[in-house]
């Protein structure tokens, strides 16, 4: 007779994670790929940009954690939307500033707006306090508040 496994797959933390995140960001990403032909690494390129102003490659991808090589595909084909400009830094001429350009502040002033009607309508079944008590512990698990 074999035992049977009692491990719950549907309450593994990362499992539960993993679920939330790719169920809440589907519809939006249908926003970001439909109106802008983005995809998700270039939507958060352009959101790190839109919220920092001018950062390099490299800022970018200590800040939004995301791979190098995917963060430099991402700056390509926003440069080749005209959403951002590169300009070589003067005092390290490896490394590029980058910057939105009209277009694209004008497309990250569009996301924005959407992302927070979009976030609103996620959190609509919570409380203010489950909201914020959410956030916090998200932020604690992703090493974002130590």
Do not use: C
Request: a positive charge; hydrophobic letters at 35%; zero cysteines.
């Amino acid at each position: 007779m074999t035992k049977k496994d009692d491990f719950s797959l549907q309450d593994f933390l990362p499992y539960l994670l993993n679920q939330a995140a790719e169920e809440s960001s589907l519809s939006f990403q249908q926003v970001y790929k439909g109106r802008y032909g983005m995809l998700r690494t270039e939507w958060r390129v352009l959101f790190h940009l839109g919220i920092y102003g001018e950062l390099t490659a490299t800022e970018i991808v200590t800040r939004a954690r995301i791979h190098k090589t995917k963060v430099s595909r991402a700056v390509q084909k926003l440069v080749e939307r005209r959403f951002v400009t590169r300009e070589r830094d003067g005092d390290d001429r490896r490394q590029e500033r980058l910057t939105l350009t009209h277009s694209g502040k004008v497309a990250y002033r569009d996301l924005q707006e959407i992302g927070e009607r979009y976030q609103a309508q996620l959190t609509e079944r919570l409380t203010q306090d489950e909201v914020a008590q959410l956030k916090r512990m998200l932020r604690v698990l992703a090493g974002l508040d130590k």
